[in-house]
């Protein structure tokens, strides 16, 4: 079936490093999103990607399509940054089925 | 706008009682996602609208869970009964573009 995933499952950071987060998806994708769930639960878009790169301030991502993989750029990490990263694929013509990662679980320290 | 409002924001029942949950979506949005969260299973879909028609309702589990949208402002995830295996975070989401939306979600305790 189809197969999103990520890695590294945890990354543990010290306040001020850099990160780089993977997507690996299995077939060409519609939708490409990014997420951030903090302590809270609450679901935070952060990238709408299918292909191309984007920033948003300490945040950019890349999606290669035609190697069917995505990476997330984290500078400058603060403590604010902790939680769970995830990222969702969309397949074929429709809005339909985002199938999420298991998503990333970051601690940054200070 | 507001987001993708849901409520309760927690909910504690019973097992064998009925449990609804709400969702209002952005407003001009054609679609709207149930999603259950949980630690073993991560985030599935259970059910998605287009234009207030259900289109693919193969993630609800069992019969025990239905997903009405009367208008475009409104759904409604509702369990009966509940069983203590349904305890979850629920999330509702919406979209226009690809790109979709998530509401804060409702914890169910089914004890």
């Known amino acids: 079936g189809i197969q999103v995933e990520q890695s590294p499952p945890d990354l543990i950071l010290q306040e001020g490093a850099n990160s780089t987060l993977r997507c690996n998806f299995s077939d060409s994708v519609n939708n490409l999103q990014w997420f951030h769930q903090n302590p809270w639960g609450q679901l935070i878009n952060l990238f709408y990607?299918?292909?191309g790169t984007k920033q948003n301030g300490r945040l950019s991502a890349t999606t290669v399509a035609t190697e069917r993989y995505s990476l997330l750029y984290i500078s400058s990490s603060q403590t604010t940054d902790s939680g769970v990263y995830f990222c969702?694929?969309?397949?074929?013509?429709?809005?339909?089925?985002?199938?999420f990662g298991k998503g990333t679980k970051l601690s940054v320290k200070p | 706008d507001a987001g993708v409002i849901q409520s309760p924001r927690h909910e504690v029942t019973e097992m064998g009682q009925e449990v609804t949950l709400r969702c209002k979506p952005i407003?001009?949005?054609?679609?709207l996602f149930w999603y259950r969260q949980t630690m073993m299973r991560g985030l599935e879909l259970l059910i998605y609208?287009?234009?207030?028609?259900?289109?693919?309702d193969s993630g609800m589990p069992e019969d025990r869970f239905s997903a009405k949208m009367p208008n475009a402002s409104f759904s409604t995830l509702k369990i009966q009964p509940s069983e203590p295996r349904d305890s979850a975070v629920y999330f509702c989401?919406?979209?226009?573009?690809?790109?979709?939306?998530f509401g804060q979600g409702t914890r169910l305790t089914v004890v």
């Open positions: 609208f287009n234009n207030n028609v259900p289109i693919d």
């Open positions: 407003s001009g949005h054609d679609y």
């Open positions: 969702a694929a969309n397949y074929g013509g429709s809005q339909g089925n985002l199938i």
């Open positions: 989401a919406s979209s226009v573009t690809p790109e979709a939306f």
């Open positions: 990607i299918p292909s």
